[in-house]
């Protein structure tokens, strides 16, 4: 069972930054795609972006934060990063970590099915 706990959110202004933070189990941890999405109140869970496993190497981003926000992973420290600038009251939702676990995604998915793993995610609140 592979467990993930998000951190970082909080209240920002606009054009302001912040960093999310996802922490894993799992000692295959470097072999997991690993994917953030987020829920804005009244909207179903959307798809934000996702990193392969290994090295990072192929990312994805959804079209509205493409530019803003950045996908990382340090493997050593088995963590996931989500580093958001330049932040809009629109990205204001609950964000989540998610993680196929050991099953190999052979190709990037923005799809939350493909996904075995979740947190119990992370507030993030931009004022206007």
């Known amino acids: 069972q592979v467990q993930v706990v998000e951190s970082g959110g909080g209240l920002v202004q606009a054009g302001g930054s912040l960093r999310l933070s996802c922490s894993s189990s799992?000692?295959?941890?470097?072999?997991?795609?690993m994917g953030w999405f987020r829920q804005a109140p009244g909207k179903e869970r959307e798809f934000v972006a996702a990193i392969s496993g290994g090295s990072g190497s192929v990312v994805m981003y959804a079209d509205p934060v493409k530019g803003r926000f950045s996908i990382s992973r340090d493997n050593a420290k088995n963590m996931m990063y989500l580093q958001m600038n330049s932040l809009k009251p629109e990205d204001t939702a609950v964000y989540y970590c998610?993680?196929?676990?050991?099953?190999?995604?052979?190709?990037?998915?923005?799809?939350?099915?493909?996904?075995?793993?979740w947190g119990q995610g992370t507030q993030v609140t931009v004022s206007a």
């Open positions: 998610a993680s196929t676990g050991p099953l190999i995604m052979a190709k990037l998915s923005p799809e939350a099915g493909r996904y075995n793993y």
């Open positions: 799992g000692r295959t941890f470097s072999t997991y795609t």
